[in-house]
């Protein structure tokens, strides 16, 4: 998509967070890598969501949706109002429950039977963390750099959009400007700490995983 497609999508994604119910709370919305950096076209999108979890839980509606469609962690994982309204865009992880990253996912950009008209083909990536995106970008790098697990580090070039309600125009209109002042992905990284030569490693590691995603993707992390 073009730069100015990618940043009307950006636009429609936030507000429907802003005014429809999703399966969990969404505190932030930012986004990171070629939209942010001014790239066009944008080969890929991709989008983070700092979610809250839910407080308190639904023990009813999950005994009663559990019951009726054989998944569980409904009202305590995702929101019960959403799932009892839209049972088809629930996802669930390997072990049965309700994925709150998944059924995001499935709501927002398509993934697997969701609302987008280009469904699974659309190139928009999901970041999805309770953490906020400047916390969990130090938090991943930090674990990759202990493990040389190079792939898990989260491309710390981003934009915040959207924070606790309130949608930051300048932001939209520095995406649409390309204008956006972005340091390499190594000076990126280096910045956080990564020595000159690992930091050179992950950047060739995220850009030979770029180049192997195809369609819409999501993940899912707890910190």
Known sequence: MDREQAVARLETLVDRVER??????????????????????VERLDVYLTKDVIMGGDTEAAADFAAEYGVK?????????WAEAHPDRVRVSDNGYAAPEKC???ELVGDSGGRSSAGDHEPIHLEVCNASFEDNVRQR?????????????????????????????EA????REASLAMPTLPAAL???????????EAADV???QRAEQEGASVRGDMV
């Open 141 to 169: 790098l930090k674990g990759a750099l202990a493990r040389d697990a190079y792939e898990e580090v989260l491309d710390p070039r981003g934009v915040c959009l959207w924070v606790d309600g309130t949608r930051d125009e």
């Open 104 to 106: 995001l996912a499935a």
């Open 206 to 208: 995220l850009k030979r």
């Open 172 to 175: 939209f209109d520095r995406l």
């Open 190 to 200: 280096g910045m956080l700490g990564a020595d000159e030569e690992v930091a050179r």
């Open 73 to 81: 962690g409904v009202g305590t994982s995702v929101r019960a109002e």
């Open 20 to 41: 429809e119910t999703m399966p969990v709370p969404v505190r932030e919305v930012w986004a990171f890598g070629d939209v942010a950096l001014g790239l066009d076209p």
